[in-house]
């Protein structure tokens, strides 16, 4: 496995003027990165918790800062619908390893819709069959086609298009990218992703991020509790 990550820290552009009271800047876990910066680790990092709590923004913030299309794709994808990031993106900065450009891609999953469809009007001979497949099958197709090799990798929730076995797939593809010195952020809400062994697992919440291990996780326990009785969930919820 190469040591050499492409990314070795995002942190605030000292030169960005930075409204802290903005709705964004005051998510404890984006304040924590404008205020210390957060290094990236080598290998697979999983971002969790709960919705609010700043995986997306933070996730779509690194694409953005890293030059990718915020909407999913490479630097040099052209394509958006309807903005809404927040602007956290533009008051970071990315520490990359120096040496030279590396493969980087983000897929988002709300958003594949309108990558499909820039990616099928460019023409050519690949990547016009993925609004023909199940959206599952068209966003590991997508994946597998494009994060291939040493780079650098965004997600936004991609098991929400996945079934249980194609999540495994991820999984294993994953693996194999980390093998090859990639370094992948992925923001999740999936128990099955995160028990990746080996990953980095870096909770958000109103603590701000801080490192986890898998089973002090509480999507773990709440999935394990469920499965195990769920009807101690359901009679709460369901009237009678």
Known sequence: MRTDQPVRRVERDAEVEV???AWWARIPA???ILESGLNIPPGVTFLVGENGSGKSTLVEALAQAHGLNVEGGSRGAMHSTRATESPLGAALRVVRTPGRRVNSYFLRAETMHGLYTYLES????VDT???DRSHGEGFLELLERKFRGYGFYLMDEPEAPLSFSSTLRLVAHLDRLRSTGAQIV???HSPLLTGLPGATILELGAHGIRRAAWNELELVEHWRAFLGRPASYLDRLLAP
Do not use: F, K, N, R
């Open 19 to 21: 409204d802290p009271t």
């Open 129 to 131: 069959d993925l609004h």
């Open 186 to 188: 992925v923001a999740t």
């Open 122 to 125: 460019l023409g050519g001979a």
């Open 30 to 32: 984006v304040a924590a």
